[in-house]
């Protein structure tokens, strides 16, 4: 009778989970392609460069010149006072460096989570529209058929995301239309001046 019992309830277990997993519908795609290829990180590229390139020339030229002093202390033997000239300029380099860097990295995290953002936005749209009840990373699973794999569908979609966001920040910066100026007011008759109307005070004086 125990056995019996046990051979029921495990088949009552395995009927339920092949009814459940019956109802998965599993999509898996690349992040990190992508991540890497969608719109938002080539303009996020293109800002940063723009942002900072000035910055990070002037950086590289002073990493050269300073470099370049190290191969003409080597070649002849410096005094003290150079030394200690260029320890303070290696020091200087070091602490602009080390500054841009930090305001480099906040920038690249910022970007890092605004696309986050919109590749899970993107995995919930593909979801509803296609009834997906789980989107998964690649680097997260085993093994999966090709037939799972919807990269190029998520990268359009998040292309499709991150244009919508774009229409959406413009249009809410966009500046409203002014109103238009008041018409001046007609010129009176004005006996004592001759017929002739005085001039009006321009506005804003």
Request: aromatic share 6%.
């Amino acid at each position: 009778m125990r056995k019996m019992f046990c051979l029921a309830a495990c088949l009552f277990l395995s009927a339920g989970l092949n009814a459940a997993a019956a109802d998965i519908n599993i999509a898996v795609f690349n992040l990190q392609k992508t991540a890497a290829e969608c719109d938002a990180l080539t303009e996020a590229r293109a800002a940063l460069d723009g942002k900072f390139g000035e910055q990070k020339n002037a950086l590289e030229k002073e990493r050269t010149r300073l470099e370049k002093k190290v191969a003409d202390f080597q070649a002849k033997k410096p005094t003290a006072k150079q030394q200690e000239d260029f320890a303070r300029e290696q020091r200087e380099y070091g602490e602009k460096a080390q500054a841009f860097m930090r305001l480099l990295q906040a920038d690249e995290q910022r970007i890092r989570q605004d696309i986050d953002i919109v590749i899970s936005q993107a995995a919930k749209n593909l979801a509803a529209a296609k009834g997906y009840t789980l989107v998964m990373d690649i680097a997260d699973i085993v093994y999966y058929t090709p037939d799972m794999d919807i990269t190029a569908d998520m990268l359009a979609e998040s292309n499709a995301v991150f244009k919508k966001i774009k229409e959406e920040v413009l249009k809410n910066t966009a500046p409203q239309n002014a109103a238009p100026a008041p018409a001046p007011a007609a010129p009176q008759n004005d006996g004592a001046t001759g017929g002739k109307a005085p001039q009006q005070q321009r506005q804003g004086r």
